[in-house]
């Protein structure tokens, strides 16, 4: 059962306990299988969120063992430097 828009017919007839009753256990029965869908999606998501947590830590593992590329640079002129004054020449 959707939620409609706009007004709501009342069922023909006179209104009893049994007809009001009936109305609320639909009610109630379709809130009950949207959570129930609802729960499911939430599974799904927790399942995905737990996929990528994992591959973050292993991004964060590969990260400490990088080098910033001005570090690279800083130690590059620094060998360099280093081989001007020995005499090196390696390329």
């Known amino acids: 059962m959707r ?9 023909k007839g006179k209104m009893t306990l ?17 959570f129930s869908n609802l729960e ?5 998501v927790e399942q995905q969120l737990d ?3 994992t591959e973050v830590a292993a991004i964060r593992r590969q990260l400490r063992q990088a ?3 001005h570090e690279f640079v800083a130690l590059e002129r ?6 001007h004054q020995t005499g090196l020449r390696v390329k």
């Open 3 to 11: 939620w409609r828009k706009g007004p709501v017919t009342m069922p």
């Open 18 to 34: 049994e007809k009001l009753a009936r109305m609320v256990q639909q009610g109630f029965m379709s809130m009950d299988l949207r």
């Open 40 to 44: 499911a999606r939430i599974s799904a």
């Open 51 to 53: 996929g990528l947590e």
């Open 67 to 69: 080098v910033y590329e």
């Open 78 to 83: 620094r060998v360099t430097s280093l081989e």
